[in-house]
């Protein structure tokens, strides 16, 4: 059974530029949620969607935003990215249960921004 | 709000020594508790998980991790360390119902360092 599989691997951008990042889940998982993790605020969460439809949101300006399929692979954005964007971007997938649940992560997305 | 804590931003043993890496968190229902394993350059992998039942919980690669609630505890233990555990180590809690989809709040991490 293949893994959270997330693409790009590793990206370089510059200030102002936007970026998309792409997360496709285990099969059969509709849940898919995104992470940042940076060295000095670890891991955060940015935000989970379930059925093409964004079910929870963490604590990010409107810069970050994301979407679902219908096949519930799930892209998310960073627009007029900022040199503290910088980061390793993880995506996770689950059943989508109520609460939380066991999530599978991929290897996540380098993003550097110069 | 829930947070977690790992007191330990480093720890070194040495191959073959017991291993034991502490997590204490803060939330005020029924938690949902992981510890997960990076490894440099990669994702997450779940160790374990804690939803419900028995407290001691066994995981892959020969871990286990015991609930204590009474302590707000969730370590994680090996009895035998090999070199090949030398990675990050993170604890998180989630949520046993309401809308806390996809959520999990994580410590800051546990560096783990095995000496040959």
Known sequence: ?114 | AQSVTQPDIHITVSEGASLELRCNYSYGATPYLFWYVQSPGQGLQLLLKYFSGDTLVQGIKGFEAEFKRSQSSFNLRKPSVHWSDAAEYFCAVGAAGGTSYGKLTFGQGTILTVHP
């Open chain 1, 1 to 114: 059974k293949a893994g959270v599989t997330q693409t790009p691997r590793y990206l370089i951008k510059t200030r102002g530029q936007q970026v998309t990042l792409s997360c496709s889940p285990i099969s059969g998982h509709r849940s898919v949620s995104w992470y940042q993790q940076t060295p000095g605020q670890g891991l955060q969460f940015l935000f989970e969607y379930f059925s093409e439809t964004q079910r929870n949101k963490g604590n990010f300006p409107g810069r970050f935003s994301g979407r679902q399929f219908s096949n519930s692979r799930s892209e998310m954005n960073v627009s007029t990215l900022e040199l503290g964007d910088s980061a390793l971007y993880l995506c996770a997938s689950s059943f989508g249960q109520v609460g939380t649940g066991e999530l599978f992560f991929g290897e996540g997305s380098r993003l550097t921004v110069l």
